[in-house]
């Protein structure tokens, strides 16, 4: 590699190349038809992607959206093909239907690609996002860069938020709000992004590293405490996606202490999976105990656990052994910290239950609506007089799937994992899903990126950057086409909407205490 590459080639670089290293692997590890075809498929689809955003810079310009793809690419079959590798397994071992799922796949990131290159090479897509960008969220202060008192007070409110809230309940409307601040406890990793922008004059590295990483030691133990192998994760890959945003956008070139600190941070984070994936493990086997514990409590028994070495490989030994023998299972990679990276499993089932009789789809459309209906706050549906019991929706539509294959034997309530694309192909059939596809994704285009903005570096959103977990799996994928419709018409203008309020709250506040609101 020259020295004059930056760091847009070197990781992408990298990528490549796992990918290629990864089909020789499959070759010795399983050389059957059926796995190497698998194989090819996911390589060749996901090199379209890697050599797309590589070449076209897509991630300087266009960075949220670009994450966005990154993330699907990643999560459908990137992440599953370098964990079975590194598992020295069969890259279709426990797969239901992998021949299909991954041409599904496949045909989703060519649609997804070719809809972004339309996207950025049409004006008026372009025209849109710039003023949005420009005219509507920068004046609302939305691109602002926090000072750094401002940032902790924000943070300390959505830790709260975090290790409180838990009121998930239909119609606890107050619960579900408070809950919703949590996604402000990751802006401290936003800190030494910004010192590197504005060095001292945004705040004292030499102070501000080690409360970071004492906060994330704090995050650690509320994820312990309340049982969320979800939370544990969350912290760190939002950290290393911040980053990873802010490193594919810096042009400087390549060097050796670059390649040095890449060695170390991937020898440190090879040794933390496999801490997080006991301790993952540790979470899931003290899962019924939540309710009987406290919360200190919670956090003893899971360390006793963890220590536990026999106890821990026993239950990973029977969740594999039973997969083999259930009729549905979400049992695929061994790792539970890389399966955090994987939907491949939930597609695979998806596309395998889906159904596409005439009544069926009738059926799925009608679950369909009335979702989309109960998105709306049930005071709103009150209003309106639209009669949507909530709680006759609480199932996914994976679990309707099962209900339409194998009956109503345990299978609605279950909460088991949709897919999107196997949601758009049951609602529209094989002929309509990849224009559907293409029509989702170019607006999904448009609302990502306006939070960031053109020609200025590093100037996205502190909200969207805090929100990089959720779009990185979700921003393109997810349970259903509802959950989509949802997530960008109701939750992330509710992160905004959320994000400024608690923001002008603060600055104004330490403004009449008379307080700067800068380091």
Known sequence: MSMRANKLDLFFGLMQALSLLCALCQLRIDPSVANLNCVALVVASSSLVIQYLWRSKAPIDYPISSLAILGMCVTTQYAALLAQTLSWTPFIALLRWPEVTFAVLACVQVLAVGTHWVYRHLAVTNAIRDFIAHQVLAPMGALSIPPINTLWIMTAIGLVAMATAGGTATGDVGGKAFQAFSFLAYMPFLILIYHRRLGEAYCDIRKQGPLLLAYLAILIVVAMARNGRQLMAIGP???????????????????????????????????????????????????????????????????????????????????????????????????????????????????????????????????????????????????????????????????????????????????????????TIALFGLDWAPLVVCLTLLPTYVILDSFSRRGNGFDIAPMAMCSTWVIFIYGLGGDSLVYNIGFYLRDFPQRLALYLLVYAGVRYSLMLFQRPAHA
């Open 237 to 423: 890959v939002q950290a290393c996606l911040i980053f990873l945003v802010y490193f594919l956008q810096d042009p400087t070139p390549i060097t050796r202490r670059t390649i040095h600190r890449l060695a170390v941070l991937t020898v440190a984070a090879s040794i933390a999976i496999v801490l997080f994936a006991d301790l993952a493990v540790a979470m899931v086997i003290n899962r019924d105990k939540v309710a009987q514990l406290k919360r200190m409590e919670m956090v003893e028994e899971t360390l006793r656990t963890l220590a536990d070495r026999t106890r821990l490989q026993q239950y990973r030994q029977a969740a594999q052994d039973g997969a083999e023998f259930k009729r549905y299972d979400e049992a695929y990679l061994d790792n539970p910290v890389i399966a955090r990276f994987s939907e491949t499993k939930f597609h695979d089932n998806n596309i395998h239950f889906a159904t596409t009789t005439a009544s069926d789809r009738r059926a799925i459309w009608q679950l369909t609506e009335d979702k989309v209906l109960a998105i709306l706050p049930q005071p709103m549906l009150d209003a309106l007089g639209l009669k949507v019991d909530k709680n006759e929706l609480m199932y996914t539509f994976a679990d309707f799937n099962r209900y339409l294959s194998e009956g109503p034997d345990g299978t609605l309530g279950g909460y088991a994992t949709g897919s999107v694309w196997a949601h």
